[in-house]
T-cell receptor
Framework: AQKVTQAQTEISVVEKEDVTLDCVYE???????LFWYKQPPSGELVFLIR??????QNEISGRYSWNFQKSTSSFNFTITASQVVDSAVYFC?????????????????FGQGTILTVHP | GAVVSQHPSRVICKSGTSVKIECRSL??????MFWYRQFPKQSLMLMAT?????????EQGVEKDKFLINHASLTLSTLTVTSAHPEDSSFYIC??????????????FGAGTRLSVL
């Protein structure tokens, strides 16, 4: 069975601070995808990134960066110079990347989410 | 690209009535749509997976007759909460994944529907 753990329930920082959101996963699949989604107060989940299990390169997109460490089954997300607009719930998720049409294909296993509050 | 529209955003209904929620992929064809339920300050709970033209696959513990899902086209899926009761009050979110390319393995989410049953 797949499992995603986001140990940090809530994080509070002051604007311009850097913050890292932790994500640890468990899966028996050799091929899988990892995701991060942002859920602002409006409720809609916004896709941030997808990472294939074969691609361990770290990625940077503006103030966002992701560190994928297969050896420790972690996929951490760092926001540099945080802003008030970054305040949201962030979800890490895992999906099987096997045969399309399989019963579990594409299903996401979500972590419990981390509530990030950035204070001015 | 990859926009998913969900309607209505909020609905208040009386106990015993049925409520229909629509989920549309606006700029891509969605072979698979997913329906989730989210309780306050909790993660998303998958209710069912629907593929265009076939019956939805429900997760364990989700009542098929209570939550009717129809995925009639590659751009539209509906969730009908039948004979709604106060315990059905929740935030319902749909997502869609596309036919090909980078859209195939990514779920794009709608804005959610907040259902309140009186």
């Amino acid at each position: 069975a797949q499992k995603v753990t986001q140990a940090q329930t809530e994080i509070s920082v002051v604007e311009k601070e850097d913050v890292t959101l932790d994500c640890v996963y468990e899966t028996r699949d050799t091929t899988y995808y990892l995701f991060w989604y942002k859920q602002p107060p409006s409720g809609e989940l916004v896709f941030l990134i997808r990472r294939n299990s074969f691609d361990e390169q770290n990625e940077i997109s503006g103030r966002y960066s992701w560190n994928f460490q297969k050896s420790t089954s972690s996929f951490n997300f760092t926001i540099t110079a945080s802003q008030v607009v970054d305040s949201a719930v962030y979800f890490c998720a895992l999906s099987e990347a096997g045969r399309a049409g399989g019963t579990s294909y594409g299903k996401l296993t979500f972590g419990q989410g981390t509530i990030l509050t950035v204070h001015p | 690209g990859a926009v998913v529209s969900q309607h209505p955003s909020r609905v208040i209904c009386k106990s015993g009535t049925s409520v229909k929620i629509e989920c549309r992929s606006l700029d891509f064809q969605a072979t698979t749509m997913f329906w989730y339920r989210q309780f306050p300050k909790q993660s998303l709970m998958l209710m069912a997976t629907s593929n265009e033209g076939s019956k939805a696959t429900y997760e364990q513990g989700v009542e098929k007759d209570k939550f009717l899902i129809n995925h009639a086209s590659l751009t539209l899926s509906t969730l009908t909460v039948t004979s709604a009761h106060p315990e059905d009050s929740s935030f319902y979110i749909c997502s869609a994944s596309g036919v090909a390319g980078y859209l195939r393995d990514i779920q794009y989410f709608g804005a959610g529907t907040r259902l309140s049953v009186l």
